[in-house]
């Protein structure tokens, strides 16, 4: 059987960073893409052993650039790697700046945009096109504002903090997921995940306001997303394409 060699987009975020250490654990060879080369850089050297022995690749790519499915394909030949697996967790923090009157500015907009559905959908469509291509399995990450509007309980009653731009985009990528499912089936499945809040960046008094709407009580550890990503990748959800698995703690349900 061929090794499974997964590329993670958004390597060097939160999620990824985590995904990256469970794929690896489970003897994957990881190609890691982040957008600034030192921070990849930091994620090799996190894990020295790996990339020494090959197990882990990592290059900087900008996926908002209109060149880059190119850019990355090109490097993909160049070091002559087919991934069996792919994973789109790209996010930048600075496309959800909110101004204080709770807009979002138009390029910021198109910025969530083109992470969350234009570059998934250019790198997807370039690796199944590759020539050779063992592409098997695609998993876009969401969110559960894909599928809910925020509660404006959880921002003290004002959603003027939470950027419009996040949720649109994340709806928008579960219906991508779909759509890619069925133009790249039978040899490609393509799923996703919705998340919940995952704790790391929210103050205390946030993550109370978050228990007291979730019915697990509490926002998810970095360690519980991996799972269902795991899972979409492997043979164990063979069956399975074009589905939106939901990781909230029960979020959706109220």
């Known amino acids: 059987m061929t090794q499974p060699l997964t590329l993670v987009a958004g390597a060097t975020g939160k999620i990824g960073r985590a995904l990256v250490a469970a794929l690896l654990d489970l003897g994957h060879q990881v190609l890691a893409m982040g957008t600034r080369e030192e921070t990849v850089a930091a994620l090799l050297a996190e894990h020295e052993e790996a990339a020494r022995s090959g197990l882990l690749?990592?290059?900087?790519?900008?996926?908002?650039?209109?060149?880059?499915?190119?850019?990355?394909?090109?490097?993909?030949?160049?070091?002559?790697?087919?991934?069996?697996?792919?994973v789109h967790a790209a996010r930048s923090l600075a496309h959800l700046k909110v101004d204080d009157d709770g807009r979002i500015t138009r390029g910021h907009f198109l910025g969530e945009l083109t992470l969350s559905v234009v570059a998934p959908y250019e790198l997807t469509f370039a690796l199944a096109a590759r020539s050779g291509s063992r592409l098997s399995s695609v998993v876009n990450l969401s969110s559960m504002y894909g599928l809910v509007t925020p509660a404006p309980a959880l921002y003290e009653g004002s959603l003027k903090t939470s950027p419009i731009n996040y949720g649109t985009a994340k709806a928008a990528m579960i219906h991508l997921t779909r759509e890619l499912a069925v133009r790249l089936a039978p040899d490609v499945r393509v799923n996703a995940v919705s998340f919940g809040g995952v704790a790391g960046r929210a103050d205390e008094a946030f993550q109370k306001r978050y228990a007291a709407l979730c019915p697990a009580g509490r926002m998810m550890e970095e360690n519980e997303v991996v799972g269902p990503v795991l899972f979409l990748l492997g043979e164990g959800a063979a069956g399975m394409t074009g589905a939106n698995l939901v990781a909230d703690g029960g979020w959706t349900l109220w």
């Open 57 to 86: 690749r990592g290059a900087a790519f900008d996926l908002g650039r209109e060149d880059a499915a190119e850019a990355v394909t090109a490097w993909l030949d160049r070091i002559d790697a087919h991934p069996t697996g792919l």
